[in-house]
């Protein structure tokens, strides 16, 4: 039921985006993927028909379907169905973006916070725009420099802004779950492009992403 209802949910999120995609769960691939993840319960010394985890292989397909399905969207098109002509010239930031990624490389979370500024060159996008291109990249499989690069590429390609900074702060799961020293280390990234290449610029950016409203 749970389920059912976070389909829906994501169909009408999506809408919102003037893209729409149904059908998010592909019942083939959970299929798939369940009976994997039963071979792999047992691997673990696991007994998948025990109560407990009876749809637990089902439960994870349907998770890793939804923590991936930012490969169905196209970040650009995001974009595209919000852009204005507007002759605003200064920076604008769009902080503190919540950030659920999965390493590439463990398959763990990543999460944390993402901040975009752009300055615009005769278009401006939907402010909410920003936080859903930073959704459809890190809804897949990431590492967090090329999610940084990726979302930095995508509103300056798309918006052809005078420039775009991203940073982005997240702590790695595969790093603090796994016995690494470190527990509580954060690892910051960050991409720029044209003005925000000055010194200057880049300055009032950080500025303002750790400043406080009060
Ligand atoms: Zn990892």
Known sequence: MADQEQTNFMAQENE???????????PKKIESIASHYSEILKDLGEDPSREGLLKTPERVAKALQFLTH????????ILKSAMFKEEYSQMVVVKDIEVYSMCEHHMLP???????????????????????VVEAYARRLQVQER???EIRDCIHETLQPLGVAVVIECRHLCMSMRGIQKQNS???????TGAFKDEKTRAEFLRLITASLD
């Open 110 to 132: 990543f999460l944390g916070k993402a901040h975009v500024a752009y300055i615009p060159n005769g278009h401006i996008v939907g402010l909410s725009k920003i936080p859903r």
């Open 186 to 192: 954060v690892t910051t990234t960050s991409a720029f």
């Open 16 to 26: 919102l985006d003037g893209y729409v995609k149904i059908d998010r769960y592909n």
């Open 147 to 149: 999610l940084t690069n």
């Open 70 to 77: 930012g490969y169905d969207i196209k970040p650009e098109e």
